[in-house]
């Protein structure tokens, strides 16, 4: 697919999917620091990603921005998990995809408690594993230009027999039906 710019994504809710290593974080980056110079406005990020770690073998996570920007207001938790990769037993994923429900609800609730016209969202997977799709709807649709990122492959489909792979998948299917725009990677 032709690489897309911001421009082309205002007004729109635009959703990047693919799987690990894809390049979803890279293109979501790209366009927010295109963001930056196009909208006079704060921009929200909703960084619901793990910080950058190798596990496994897997290198996964990372925010979107390295560094704090004036014009950029992130929403972001160091103690987001990596569930799949994590977790040794069926309970402690799910354990930890409730814990990282917990706080990304937290950080949505952060947004929608002072919204910005402008929303970035990071690993928007990451909080449907176990969160409320409404939740996150009631966020995009508190702005005019979303543009989010999320997880839709094989590599993290081993789950432990949680239902938590399936779960999100579907979830994010759902996700994609809502969204104006979807670039597959």
């Known amino acids: 697919m032709r690489e897309c710019c911001f421009s082309e994504l205002r007004g729109m809710n635009t959703l990047i999917v693919g799987d690990v290593g894809a390049g979803k974080t890279g293109l979501t980056r790209r366009l927010l620091l295109e963001a930056v110079d196009q909208v006079s406005d704060v921009i929200t990020v909703l960084d619901f990603a793990p910080p950058a770690q190798k596990v496994k073998g ?50 949505i609730t952060q947004f929608l408690d002072s919204p910005t016209d402008t929303l970035f969202i990071n690993d928007a997977s990451i909080h449907l594993q176990q969160g409320n799709l409404w939740e996150l709807l009631d966020a995009i649709s508190n702005a005019s230009t979303v543009v989010a990122n999320g997880y839709m492959g094989s590599t993290l489909r081993p789950d432990h027999g949680s239902g938590v792979s399936e779960r999100e998948r579907f979830m994010m299917r759902q996700l994609t039906a809502k969204m104006d725009r979807v670039v597959e990677l």
Not at 82 to 96: F, G, V, Y
Request: glycine residues 4%; aromatic residues 6%.
């Open 58 to 107: 897997i290198d996964v996570g990372g925010y979107l921005l390295k560094d704090s920007h004036p014009k950029v207001k992130c929403l972001y938790s160091r103690l987001i998990k990596t569930p799949r990769l994590s977790a040794e037993d069926c309970d402690e994923l799910i354990r930890l995809a409730s814990y990282n429900r917990e706080i990304t609800e937290s950080l």
